[in-house]
């Protein structure tokens, strides 16, 4: 399984990036698709999830109504559309993908099967 994730830069406050997670190796559609991010000094948090199913979506309060998380399963590819960006959303972004339907379980990092390698985000302010 190879989660390969793109899109991350530099950007000013108040601007926008799209991030993108190619999958391969797995049937993406059976597989709910998540966003977490990790600043230096700080522990990965949760960002957003798309239910493999319903395609439901579940963001942290921090992004809620900024980010929108989607996938396309004809492209075996999620994306973060991340709008109004904030200094404090720098980080390394990493796709990650779990087969679990438990929701609880998106929020914990630990729940998680596969992992991309990660893209960084820098928003100057």
């Known amino acids: 399984v190879q989660l390969q994730a793109s899109g991350g830069g530099l950007v000013q406050a108040g601007g926008s990036l799209r991030l993108s997670c190619a999958a391969s190796g797995l049937t993406f559609s059976y597989y709910t698709m998540g966003w977490f991010r990790q600043a230096p000094g700080k522990q990965r948090e949760f960002v957003a999830a798309?239910?493999?199913?319903?395609?439901?979506?579940y963001y942290a309060d921090s992004v809620r109504g900024r980010f929108t998380i989607s996938r396309d399963n004809a492209k075996n590819t999620a994306y973060l559309q991340m709008n109004s960006l904030k200094p404090e959303d720098t980080a390394v972004y990493y796709c990650?993908?779990?087969?679990?339907?438990?929701?609880?379980?998106?929020?914990?990092?630990?729940?998680?099967?596969?992992w991309g390698q990660g893209t960084e985000v820098t928003v100057s302010s």
């Open positions: 798309i239910r493999r199913s319903t395609g439901t979506t």
């Open positions: 990650a993908a779990t087969s679990g339907v438990i929701v609880t379980t998106f929020y914990d990092y630990k729940a998680w099967g596969y």
